[in-house]
């Protein structure tokens, strides 16, 4: 990285990690590549350790932590500095403390600490990322960590990347690049910390992340080796979970002749009715699709009809499709005789916690229409719905003029509950809907017409 910024924050920086059991916690982080550095039992016991590039400094504690730390020479000063850009300190020193710490917190959660440098500490050597040319990220017998590669960031997840970007350009980060695919995300660094700041529901908590051209080969290695508790993402892509409950990414890095990588076939499960499929779509599948496949491949296997529909889906996607309390299940409708895709049925919105899903349904042309799909459709995923997903309410919201969708939910057994007014924006305009709802009890009655 040419001109990189100069640090406000301090002269060394780590990443600080309490460990139930130290010397377990040094046994895994020398597997990965690291040696220890120091140790000591004052204030608490702890072990620093480095893979050249990387300084972590574990901490002897049973409560999971993890935090951006930097050690500083005026830790006063700095602190004070950061009082007048406005960062509210979460815990600060008492005047007898020897050594003084200042913690406060991101936006989007991450630890944040400050120190006053002790005696003895010093920068890992490197090169890192930062101190690298590109070329070089792709020659692994320039790493300094032979066993997982270049470390590349912390990555942590934002919600908002643009207000994320406003409060780490206080602490006297830039940007190194930022980019808007496969979902908002930037490289940020102050010259001495890389942090990657992504808008994504793919993770939810900070992880290491490493990077290597033969990644693929350092995975067989360190498996070879008894690396156990890890998540595959594929040959080259592997999350580790640590004795800390911390995370790991091993991530491949390709270079400009690298090949594309190989689009994974998606497990689609499908509800098979007299003339239809009924393929469904979730989280799992939705991110797979967007972070493997090409945008032909989305709009083929979607069955969108343009561009404009694409990036509608895009867009969705990236602002996040799930909450704690909330998720979906949709069905893609596929025609058996032509194999084409003819709409969309399913439960557009979950709600997790109360056991209960809201139904959307549309077919995509008029010549698909009249003929009954939506009714054969409609049952197979209403009986989903209680049998497989222990629904306890049904419930459905219709405009007051769509007599077609009215008929089909009067005809599938739904109670009218009332009217919403002013329920959804259409055009510009207002609008009521009608509320319909279907229960678990009265569902169990009518099963057994539909057979």
């Known amino acids: 990285m040419q001109n990189r910024p100069t640090p406000v924050l301090g002269e060394i920086t ?41 300084l972590i400094m574990l901490r002897q504690d049973a409560a999971p932590y993890i935090a951006l730390t930097y050690y500083v020479k005026d830790v006063n000063k700095v602190s004070t500095n950061l009082r007048k850009k406005g960062i509210r300190f979460d815990r600060e020193p008492r005047k007898t403390d020897m050594i003084k710490r200042y913690m406060f917190i991101s936006p989007d959660g991450l630890n944040i600490s400050l120190v006053s440098m002790v005696d003895g500490f010093t920068r890992p050597p490197g090169p890192g990322m930062l101190q690298m040319e590109q070329k070089d990220y792709f020659k692994p017998e320039k790493y300094v960590n032979k066993k997982c590669g270049l470390f590349g960031e912390l990555a942590h997840p934002v919600a908002d990347l643009d207000k994320s970007l406003e409060f780490w350009q206080l602490l006297g980060f830039t ?37 290597a051209a033969d990644m693929e080969d350092k995975i067989i290695a360190l498996k070879k080796e008894g690396l156990k508790d890890y998540t595959e993402k594929g040959p080259s892509e592997i999350v580790l979970t640590t004795p800390e409950q911390q995370h790991i990414f091993l991530f491949k890095l390709g270079g400009p002749d690298a090949p594309l990588k190989k689009k994974r076939e998606i497990a689609q499960p499908v509800i098979e009715t007299k003339r239809l499929l009924l393929k469904e779509l979730n989280p799992e599948i939705m991110n797979e699709l967007f972070t493997t496949y090409n945008d032909a491949d989305i709009i083929s296997f979607l069955g969108l009809p343009d561009n404009a529909a694409l990036e509608t889906k895009k867009k969705q996607w990236q602002q996040g499709l799930t909450t704690y309390s909330t998720s979906f299940k949709n069905f893609l409708i596929v025609e058996k005789e032509t194999g084409k895709i003819i709409g969309r049925c399913g439960f557009r919105i979950w709600h997790l916690l109360h056991n209960r899903a809201e139904l959307g349904y549309a077919l995509d042309n008029d010549s698909s229409k009249q003929k009954g799909y939506m009714k054969e459709a409609l049952r197979s995923i209403i009986t989903y719905g209680f049998e497989k997903m222990g629904l306890n309410r049904v419930e459905a919201f219709v405009g007051s003029k769509n007599t077609a969708s009215l008929k089909l939910l009067k005809g599938a057994g739904f109670i009218e509950e009332g009217t919403l007014r002013s329920h959804y924006l259409k055009n510009g305009e207002m609008h009521d809907s009608v509320c319909f709802s279907l229960l678990r009890p009265e569902y169990e009655v009518l099963k057994n017409s539909w057979i």
């Open 14 to 54: 780590a990443l600080t990690i309490t460990s139930p059991d130290l010397e377990n916690s040094l046994a895994y982080y020398q597997k990965l590549g690291f040696s220890e550095v120091l140790r000591a039992d004052w204030p608490f016991p702890w072990i620093q350790v480095s893979d050249g590039a990387l």
């Open 175 to 211: 940007a190194v690049s930022k980019f808007s695919s496969p979902y908002p995300w930037a490289i940020i660094s102050d010259g001495l910390s890389i942090v990657g700041l992504h808008q994504s529901t793919h993770f939810t908590f900070p992880a290491i992340t490493y990077f």
